[in-house]
Each structure stands twice: as C-alpha cells, then as structure tokens.
C-alpha cells in the first residue's frame, strides 16, 4: 500500500468514526416529521422500550398576569368532586369615550334617568351550563390600591369595595347564548351572548352630575379625574352554581355601561342614552382555587411517586416528573422519545372537560426557573421566535386519547452528552414564562386562550396498571 493509499485509508477511517460520533450526538431528523420515519423495530438494530417516570403532584404557583383583552374567568364552582371549588371575580375600569364634552347632551335638558344596564361580552362557559349565578355589581374603592397602570396576577387579593351593590343579575348559563329581545322607545334591539346587569339609577344620576371643569367635579375634563370620582367596577359571584363564564372586558362592541335617560328637545321628550367603555388598561381577574376531593389528598400526601396525576387549568396545579433511568443510559442513537400520559376517567368529566392543551417544560430544583426543551440546539427547534408548535412537540390530545410530548433532542443530549436530567413540569397555563439560552433571555409562550377552562387526572407513575402510567417510550438503536 502507497502512501497516498495509506492516507486515503486513513481519512477514511476518521470520517466513519466521526460519522458514527455524529449520529450518537445528534438525533436523525427525518423521524422529526413523525412516526412513520421511525425506522422499524427489529430488536436487531433498531430497539423500543418504556423508561418509568417518578411522578408528584404539586400547586401550579402562577405569576401570570391578566393583559388588557385577555378573557376573565367569572362565577362559582362549588362542587367539582374531583378538585374542589372555584371563584373568579373581575374588576375593570370605565371612560368617557370623549373628554371635554358633556355627554348627557345638555344638563338642564335631562329630565331623569330611564334606567343602567352594565352589558358584559360573554364567550363561553366552563362547568354545569344549567347551573343558576348570581353576579353582582359593586364600586372599587378609590383605597383599594387599583389602578390602570398595573398588571394584576390571577392570584391578587380582592380588592376593597366601597358603598351598597350597584346592582346584580341572576342568570342560567346555558341561556346567555340564547337571543334576547330589548324593546325600548325608538331603541329596539335584538342581542345575544352579552350578560345584561341593572344597575342603579342613582348610579346614573351621580354620572349625570359630573362635569368638564377643571375641579373635583369635573370627571369629563379627562381621565384622571373621572378615576378620582369612580375608581371602576368590582363583580363578583355568589357563591352558588356550577360554572365559570368567559366575559371580554375590553370588548367595546358588548361591554359597556349603558345609562337610559329622558331629555326634552324641540319641545317634546325623547329617550337616548350614553355609553361609557373599558377602553383603558385596568382590569384584573381574580380567581381563587380551593383544592377539594382527590386532587386535595394528593397535595397532601408525603408520597414521592403518585399514582394519579390531577391538572387544573391555570392557575392551579401541575405534575413534577422525573426520569433517573436516563441517568444511565448510554451510547444509543435516539430515533424518538417521547413522553405518554394517559387520560383517567374522573367523576363528573362529561361537564369539567380536559384543557386544550397540556404543556411540558424543565424546571431547576427550586422550580422557580423553567426552561424550554431544545432551546439549546440551533436547528430542529419546537419552539421559533417563541411560537408554540404542538405539531412537533405535542400537547394536545390525540386520536388514541393520549398526550404526547416529544423530547428526543433533549433526550440525546443526556444520553451522549451526560447534559443535566432535569426535572419536569406538567401543567396547562394560559402562557408561561420560558427561558431559552439560544435567544439569552426570557420570554412569554402562549398555550390556553382562558383561565380555569379544563381539567384531567392522568395515570401517575405508579398507576396499578403499568400500560397507563406515565412514562417515555423510546425508540433507539445502539452504536
């Protein structure tokens, strides 16, 4: 052998070997697209087993914040027997649409106030649809810390109310879908989806008193004056009923203070009416969680590996998940790993249905730092610019009842490069705050559109029957 042979051999054998240290470092991308180019199991080359997972259930201790135009979860749910009860209370602001004009027309014009209608925008519902609530209407107290210029947390204290209900409304749930006809002098109309609240007249009257000087009375000279006189709305649920309802304070189409009043012109009396809008920021969706039947227990309990697994739409609760097999394992090529949970039937999950999306994420120790999956790879990414791809990564609930969740690029990287086996998070928010090392900082992911819209229990991993629990399949061939 020459030595243009003997060097061609050479190459030759140091392009195999970094060929071969390639695929053990990186997973074979065609089997991103999916299963079927998975190659097939042969218990040859190519190997499938489950790895247990640890599994523990924990409160979801939720930092999200309630933005101007998200939804606001509003009712009781009192008898949830698989995780207990529920409150959501909203508050939001209300403006003149334009400062510096009177907007009763003329003062002395204004014989009286016909009558107040608060209309809030409703979207849907969450629980028993034939369940009766009550709502009632009371004013923010200009004590109560409120104000348009923060972003309140789902967690946030009630806020203090001041002086009598402004007024309440007592509806069925599965009704607001349903048209409504409001006749009114020269004023007929025909709505739906909206939630229609009386308010007192008295309300109207104070509105009707305000002005546009520049003094303490004068609320329509500009927004910070009209603040200092009517700090916002505060509803609230009795606490009775089944469900939550979905209402879209800043929805100026629906929501909106209506005040009906009489005014003489041209020498005759006619109705019209004002509207006033949440057209600012200030607004806060206060919900309360009080954990009850199984989901409560399993909070409680000191066991390190639970055999269900109970997830509440944010903000409530989440599952700590832990993989030590992958500790240890080495030296495979990992055509895919993904992680199965599967759903367990629950009392009364006919009318507390499953969240649309569940969300996987890796958490330090403490849990107060998470991170998404793959951030760290600078192709092949699930996540793009911070957009959530559920058709890569998986979260939603497939055709076999199952979530998947695929972490083969994660899974690779602790299996060739001994990377950190981190633990896991389980849970379904509305967004979640991510940090990704690729892009050096932290940033926001949208998952759910509502808060409090689904929950499951899941088969934990220690579920009495080994083909449900939770647990990851892997499929990989060895070096």
Not at 2 to 19: D, P, R
Not at 406 to 421: G, K, M
Not at 435 to 459: C, D, K, M
Request: charged residues 20%; neutral net charge.
């Amino acid at each position: 052998m020459n030595y243009t042979q003997k060097v061609l051999s050479g190459l030759a054998l140091v392009s195999a070997v970094a060929l071969l240290f390639s695929a053990c470092r990186k997973i074979n991308d065609a089997t991103d697209v999916g299963d079927g180019l998975i190659p097939p199991i042969d218990n040859i080359t190519t190997f499938e087993t489950f790895l247990d997972i640890e599994s523990d259930n924990r409160a979801y201790l939720d930092s999200n914040k309630v933005y101007y135009g998200d939804e606001h979860a509003l009712g009781y749910i009192g008898n949830d027997p698989e995780f207990g009860a529920t409150n959501g209370e909203s508050y939001f602001t209300i403006s003149h649409a334009n400062y510096m004009i009177y907007p009763f027309l003329n003062k002395d014009s204004v014989l009286a106030i016909d009558s107040v209608i608060l209309s809030l925008s409703y979207s849907g519902y969450y629980g028993d649809s034939n369940s009766t609530q009550t709502l009632r209407v009371y004013e923010i107290a200009q004590n109560a810390g409120f104000n348009d210029t923060t972003v309140y947390k789902y967690s946030h204290p009630a806020f203090a109310t001041t002086g009598p209900e402004l007024g309440s409304k007592t509806y069925q749930v599965y009704k607001l879908k349903d048209s409504v006809l409001h006749i009114r002098k020269r004023d007929t109309t025909k709505v739906a989806n909206i939630i229609r609240i009386p308010i007192s007249n008295q309300f109207g009257e104070r509105l009707k008193g305000y002005d546009t000087t520049n003094t303490a009375n004068g609320g329509y000279r500009n927004d910070s004056i009209f603040k200092t006189l009517f700090r916002g709305f505060a509803v609230r649920p009795d606490a009775t009923g089944n469900a939550v309802v979905f209402i879209n304070a800043s929805d100026n189409q629906k929501t909106k203070l209506t005040v009906y009043y009489q005014v003489k012109r041209n020498g005759s009396i006619d109705t019209t009416s004002v509207d006033f809008f949440h057209s600012t920021g200030g607004e806060a969706n206060l919900i309360n969680r009080t954990p009850g039947g199984g989901w409560a227990g399993y909070l409680a309990n000191s066991i390190p590996n639970d055999d269900l697994l109970y997830i509440n739409s944010a903000p409530g609760s989440a599952a700590w998940l832990r993989i030590p097999a992958l500790d240890t394992f080495r030296n495979v090529v990992v055509h895919r790993a993904e992680i199965i949970a599967n759903p367990i039937r629950s009392s009364q999950d006919e009318q507390f249905i499953q969240p649309g999306a569940l969300f996987l994420d890796r958490i330090h120790a403490t849990g107060d730092t998470a991170s998404t999956f793959d951030a760290d790879m600078s192709v092949g990414n699930n996540f793009t610019n911070f957009t959530y791809d559920f058709a890569s990564f998986g979260g939603g609930l497939k055709t076999d009842s199952t979530y998947r969740f695929n972490i083969s690029r994660y899974v690779q990287q602790i299996v060739t490069n001994r990377a950190t086996n981190y633990r896991l998070r389980l849970y379904a928010p509305v967004r979640t705050f991510l940090f990704s090392p690729i892009y050096g900082e932290t940033n926001q992911l949208y998952v759910n559109q509502s808060p409090v819209a689904g929950r499951v229990v899941l088969a934990g991993g220690a579920y009495v029957n080994p083909a449900k629990r939770i647990r990851l399949r892997l499929v990989y061939s060895r070096l």
